[in-house]
């Protein structure tokens, strides 16, 4: 059983930075996904970043491209979120999630087997 525990969210202003940091119970192996998603109220879980573990490829939503950067550290069992150039629309609950790989890393919340409680993550 995996566990997953996010760390990181606050308060920021437009424009602003902040890095979330996901920390998870085991090693993973080399043909997983890790990813963040964000979910406000009003609107549906979105995808924002995965990253394959067998490689590292990354995957982002449109709205991440260019502002947030995924990485994982599976020497430390940490997956993370550098989220730059903050928007008040990325204000969200921001959850991490990891899963099994098949064959590409989707940004789709049914892809998941193990998920985190969330890091509120608010921008003004």
């Known amino acids: 059983h995996v566990q997953l525990v996010e760390s990181g969210g606050g308060s920021v202003q437009s424009g602003g930075s902040l890095t979330l940091s996901c920390a998870i119970s085991?090693?993973?192996?080399?043909?997983?996904?890790v990813g963040w998603f964000r979910h406000s109220p009003g609107k549906e879980r979105e995808g924002v970043a995965s990253?394959?573990?067998?490689?590292?490829?990354?995957y982002y939503s449109d709205s991440a491209k260019g502002r947030f950067t995924i990485s994982h550290d599976n020497e430390k069992n940490t997956l993370f979120l550098q989220m730059n150039n903050l928007k008040p629309e990325d204000t969200a609950m921001y959850s991490c999630?990891?899963?099994?790989?098949?064959?590409?890393?989707?940004?789709?919340?049914?892809?998941?087997?193990?998920w985190g409680q969330g890091t509120q993550v608010t921008v003004s």
């Open positions: 085991v090693k993973l192996e080399t043909d997983n996904c």
């Open positions: 999630a990891a899963g099994h790989w098949g064959g590409t890393c989707m940004l789709e919340d049914w892809s998941y087997n193990w």
């Open positions: 990253i394959y573990t067998g490689d590292g490829t990354t």
